[in-house]
């Protein structure tokens, strides 16, 4: 029997009705709340409200689960690449063998920018952080692409996410390049994503990158880990851009601005400088963690607490098995690993964190594993932008195909009362 919900204002009663989800999860559904009662509800941070109804992705921050169309992120452990996984949050399941090589080899034929593209990145200062570039350039495609601003049917859409998914590999690694002052290497037909991405990071002109099957499969599963994590901050940011029928590249764009915050895909950034402050005798993890836990300080346990997962994080613990092995493997003593293992080991006996359920989150190890493959620092938030893309784009067109209302919350004003205008020369010091 579907349930009601009813909210008593000044003795007078409103039924709501109360939608589930496929995991039980309720919402009461008070799109009607202010026409019927002339109020609003106010969840400064969106922590109580759902914006959507999605068929993309299932969290259960409690439990610890992590699902991409209904398929526990567990179980892409031991198998399927960053491409497969794609094609399931973009469309829906997984494909079949004819599916997957037609969208891998478009893949690999729209892996080049337009040449014009490729001088924007010479008027980039040397030092531009690449997250910048990468939110200039993936909006720079609506002018390179206008056939593919209006996305009105399905095989169009298909062409659009291609192209975006490819071409954002080439612009993340011309954007190293450029800090590095290197040479731009053209993507290889030859290669798959990921090795194609790493040849354009580490060949140069008389020297081929070397693929190593240890690095492809550790990157594979970090781009999977991070493609989609349902209404978090930077794919809100595309649906609310996305709900102005704004086009793909766009919505993407603002999506990668909203991730490069030292909050959201800025933290694994955060979480190696913290290591390194350690690691250079600063701080012992003690007072570290000490540090973290005095709200004065203005310093927090960064790789740590999650506004969904209050248990484990899911993505974190099979971080935390890579990196294990990983590392030996590539015969790399990291003594920031083992900087993070001890954090991890006081933080979680400490009550402070014991209370407040702050767990390990998918940036404790992802940095690590990033920087053990030789990934630099100021490229990592843009790894996460390559990861979650497919998440940013199933959400976007999910939308369209909903024909959704433009996303407009309302507020509860607090400022001056009316007030008069007094002209420039009246005015107080
Ligand atoms: N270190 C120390 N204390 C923390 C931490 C932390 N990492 N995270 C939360 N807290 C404390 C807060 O001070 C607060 O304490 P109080 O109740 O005494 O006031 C309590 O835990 C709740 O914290 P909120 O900020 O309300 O939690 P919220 O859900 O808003 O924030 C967030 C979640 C932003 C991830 C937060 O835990 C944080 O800043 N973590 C560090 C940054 C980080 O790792 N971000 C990556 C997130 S994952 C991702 O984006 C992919």
Known sequence: MSQIATLILDGESHDFPVI????NEPAIDISSLRARTGHITLDQGYGNTGSCESAITYIDG???ILRYRGIPIEQFANGPNFIEVAWLLIFGRLPNVEEYAEFANELTHEANIDEGMRHHFDSFP????PMAILASMVSALSCFHPELLELDDPSRFRSAAARLMSKIRTIAAFAYRHSQGLP????????KYVNNFLHMMFSMPYDHYVDDD???????MILILHADHEQ???TSTVRMVGSSHANLFASCSAGISALWGPLHGGANVAVLEMLQRIHDGQL???EYVKLSKDKESGVRLMGFGHRVYKNFDPRARLLADIA???LPRLDKNDPLLNIARELEEIALQDPYFVERKLYPNVDFYSGIILRAIGIPVNMFTVIFAMGRLPGWIAHWWEQQQENARISRPRQVYQGNGLTDYTPLHGRKR
């Open 20 to 23: 589930v989800g496929t995991e």
């Open 62 to 64: 409690e439990k610890g």
């Open 324 to 326: 294990g092995e990983l």
């Open 284 to 286: 012992t993890p003690q």
């Open 232 to 234: 978090n901050c930077s």
């Open 214 to 220: 240890l690095v492809r499969d550790a990157l594979n």
């Open 126 to 129: 040397r030092k531009a952080p």
């Open 184 to 191: 731009y290497m053209y993507p290889d037909p030859r290669e």
